[in-house]
Each structure stands twice: as C-alpha cells, then as structure tokens.
C-alpha cells in the first residue's frame, strides 16, 4: 500500500498553461506538505498544512495555490506556467507539526516531474 | 537563522569501501538531527535520526553522532554496496515553529 501518493507523476505543458496535481496520504497524519526540487537536488519547502490549515507560506509566486481539502489530501494548482517553474514536487506528510520532526519524521511521495516547455 | 552544510558531492566509491559524508549544523537551542536518503526516481526516506547530544542514530549498516562540540553529524558506513548509490541529505529541526531545514545533498555513487 502507497503510504503518499501524488499524481501524475510526469507532467509535460506549454508555457502559461494551468495544471494541478493531486497527493493523498492514508497515514493517518494530520500535517501535510509540498516541497520543489530543482535540478541540482535542492530541497525547498513551498506549503505545509495542519489539519487542513496552512500553516507555513514561504516565498512562493501567488500562482501557486494549494489547496487541503481534508487532512488526507492535499492538492497544488499552478496558474500561467513558466519555464522556471520545472522541478520536481513531492507531497510530504507527517504525524505532527513541522517543528516536532523528532517524533514525526516526513514522509514523502514519489513526486511529480514537471516539465514546462 | 538554522543551517545545515554537507560536503559536495558527487562522491564515488567502490563496492565494500568505507563511507563518510559530512554534516555540520548551526542552530539555535537543541536542534533534532536526520538522514534522509533519495533512491533514483523515489521521494526521501528517513535513513536515521537522532534527538539529543551523543546519540547515535543507526539503521542499514549506516551510523551517525549527533556531536554537540563539533556541531556534526557524519553519515559513515564500513561497507558500501552498489544498492547504496543514492542522494543523501542531513536536516535539522529546531526548537520552536520552523520546519526541518535540508542540506544541498551529498549524491553516493558506488560501483561494482
């Protein structure tokens, strides 16, 4: 059984298209995540929620929009797509907040590769 | 603020040969310490962790100190296999309301 799982995971667009993609997680966790990996392996937290509430919001273009519609999913929608929006997202999840990872390590999916051409 | 540092990779190794990678922090407080491990196409994946000052995490063969001194905590193993290749990340969390912080990633090449 895939404990987060995150569709598609392949994602090939145009420049200033709209995609979304989907994560579920059937962990029971309460804290939910979307992290960008660039090309060189960098690791960078864009969202997290508890509990279907946002609770961190880093330096992210507004085009990105998660969106929790419970605390088993979380989803990410991209608006007007740029070429520097390529990456790799993984959807993460966790028991407790993002600040007790001594107890709740992450858990993470298998991420979405998306490619903006 | 909190960091992590790891040293560049890529590293390559042979099969059996000793492994070291290294990984400092600064932090403020009593910072919780990880290993992650990214396999090829895969997400990350806790490899070992390690909570308080002179602990020791563990878990596959791989081992790391958590070296309040020193601010460290290495990734060693005595025996590399060719299944170890992989991305391997240290991260931190610190007291108070951040998330865990990741180093750059240290990519292991092991060749039979």
């Known amino acids: 059984d895939t404990a987060v799982s995150q569709t598609p995971k392949y994602l090939v667009t145009q420049m200033g298209n709209d995609k979304s993609i989907k994560c579920e997680q059937n962990?029971?966790?309460?804290?939910m995540y979307w992290y960008k990996q660039d090309s060189k392996k960098f690791l960078k937290i864009m969202f997290s929620?508890?509990?279907?509430?946002?609770?961190i919001n880093e330096t992210v273009p507004n085009r990105f929009s998660p969106k929790s519609p419970d605390k088993a999913h979380l989803n990410l929608h991209i608006n007007s797509l740029e070429l520097g929006d390529s990456a790799v997202y993984f959807c993460?999840?966790?028991?407790?907040?993002?600040?007790?990872?001594?107890?709740?390590?992450?858990?993470f999916g298998n991420g979405t590769r998306l490619t903006v051409t | 603020g909190n960091s992590v540092t790891q040293m560049e990779g890529p590293v390559t190794l042979s099969e059996e040969a000793f492994l070291t990678i290294n990984c400092t922090y600064t932090?403020?407080?009593?910072?919780?310490l990880f290993w992650y491990v990214q396999y090829p196409g895969e997400g990350l994946q806790l490899l070992l962790k390690?909570?308080?000052?002179?602990d020791k995490g563990s878990n596959k063969g791989f081992e790391a100190t958590y070296r309040k001194e020193t601010t460290s905590f290495h990734l060693e193993k005595g025996s590399v296999q060719v299944s170890d290749s992989a991305v391997y990340f240290c991260?931190?969390?610190?007291?108070?309301?951040?998330?865990?912080?990741f180093g750059k990633g240290t990519r292991l090449s092991v060749i039979a």
């Open positions: 929620y508890n509990n279907k509430e946002l609770i």
């Open positions: 932090a403020t407080g009593y910072p919780s």
């Open positions: 993460a999840s966790s028991q407790g907040p993002p600040w007790q990872q001594g107890n709740s390590p992450l858990h």
């Open positions: 390690a909570t308080k000052a002179d």
């Open positions: 962990l029971g966790h309460d804290t």
């Open positions: 991260a931190l969390s610190a007291p108070g309301n951040t998330p865990l912080v």
